[in-house]
């Protein structure tokens, strides 16, 4: 299967499958518990219908939005995701330069595995730090130091991981960083050695936000045990209301989900929120984001920029979330996918599907900017 077979989420998660060993693949495509959250995510979507206008005059088409004061290409970002280069040696770096490639957002993950430092010098377009909150105070401040330092505009607090969420694809494997593989998991390893040499040949794995604080050449660290041992569950509003001082820029909390957080998060200060249930990663049974989406724009919309993801794989899904108010949608396992695929090639191919799906629905709709898309162009099936 080549690239150039790719015409969506579909194609291209079926070449990251065809490439990776079982177990990075499941870390990937996995959520939590039983996966009701995940499948419900996408099918959330499906409920609901465009309903479009014609005749309305479409030959150009302006697909920008500003959010937190950004200007973005087109209204969708590459979420801040973590260990991008097991996935593929060249990681964020294809990331950072794919989305500046397309004038759009993307973000450097605490779990992520170039600098922030490196990252702001492949792109100076649009970019966040998502960060966890660690029980190491001085760690946070620190944190938020060296993000300034490098110049990066808005700062994602991930808020709805204070523990692991309970990834049993990943307890089958033995799934860990370093790795600490059961027979089952190296044997998934094994018949896939282009993963292996591919992985050799590049430079050591490093999770450079963390090196300082997380020893990688010693016993595994599990993912579940990171956000287990070294994040901080009594985090409190309080907490985040003064690092949204500290920080003194924009501010963005990353895992809304309630009408109540949202107008908290409006009332101390964020400039952003993002409704997210970590893709199904978290709490199973949790509801879609989309589903979420209305009343929360409704709650707080004219105060804070509203933005969502979770399964979105379509240009129709970005359209649907913007009719219902999101200044942007997140990508996550769209552009991942293409990445473990293909590198840097794979995530331009799939951020220029998804542009095109955009330009196109957009022109079906009779749309000729974001700013037309409205509740009344949609229809909810019961």
């Not at 970019?127 to 505009?153: I, P, S, T």
């Not at 009719?323 to 951020?351: C, N, T, W």
Request: charged share 25%; aromatic share 8%.
């Amino acid at each position: 299967m080549r690239l150039t077979d790719c015409y969506n989420f579909h194609d291209f998660r079926r070449m990251a499958k065809r490439r990776l060993p079982g177990p990075i693949f499941d870390y990937i495509d996995g959520g939590a518990d039983d996966e009701v959250t995940y499948r419900r995510n996408t099918a959330a979507f499906e409920a609901c219908d465009l309903v479009p206008d014609v005749l309305r005059g479409v030959a150009e088409v302006d697909m920008s939005v500003t959010v937190m004061g950004q200007k973005l290409a087109m209204p969708v970002y590459c979420s801040p995701t973590a260990l991008q280069r097991l996935f593929h040696h060249q990681g964020e770096r294809a990331v950072a330069a794919a989305a500046a490639k397309h004038g759009t957002m993307f973000g450097v993950s605490s779990l992520g595995t170039i600098s922030l430092e490196e990252a702001r010098q492949i792109s100076n377009g649009p970019q966040v730090y998502q960060f966890y909150f660690h029980k190491d105070r001085g760690l946070n401040r620190e944190m938020m130091v060296r993000a300034k330092n490098a110049g990066v505009q808005a700062m994602m607090l991930t808020v709805d991981s204070i523990t692991g969420g309970n990834r049993e694809r990943d307890k089958r494997t033995g799934f860990a960083i370093p790795f600490k593989l059961n027979l089952a998991g190296m044997t998934q390893f094994a018949i896939k050695p282009s993963w292996a040499i591919d992985w050799l040949t590049h430079e050591r794995f490093r999770l450079p936000q963390l090196e300082n604080h997380v020893k990688m050449d010693g016993g595994a660290l599990s993912i579940s045990r990171y956000f287990t041992e070294m994040l901080d569950p009594s985090m409190s509003w309080d907490d985040v209301a003064e690092m949204v001082r500290e920080w003194g820029g924009p501010f963005c909390l990353k895992g809304i989900m309630s009408v109540e957080d949202a107008k908290r998060a409006a009332e101390i200060g964020c400039s952003g929120i993002v409704l997210s249930n970590h893709g199904g990663r978290q709490l199973d049974g949790s509801r879609s984001a989309f589903d979420q989406l209305a009343e929360i724009v409704d709650a707080v919309g004219d105060r804070i920029d509203v933005m969502m993801d979770g399964g979105v794989q379509r240009g129709t899904h970005v359209l649907k979330a913007l009719s219902l108010g999101a200044k942007a949608v997140g990508l996550g396992r769209y552009y991942l996918f293409p990445l473990a695929a293909a590198g840097q090639p794979g995530v331009e191919r799939a951020l220029e599907t998804m542009r095109t799906e955009i330009e196109r629905g957009m022109k079906l709709m009779g749309c000729t900017s974001v700013s037309q898309l409205s509740r009344r162009n949609l229809r909810f099936r019961s």
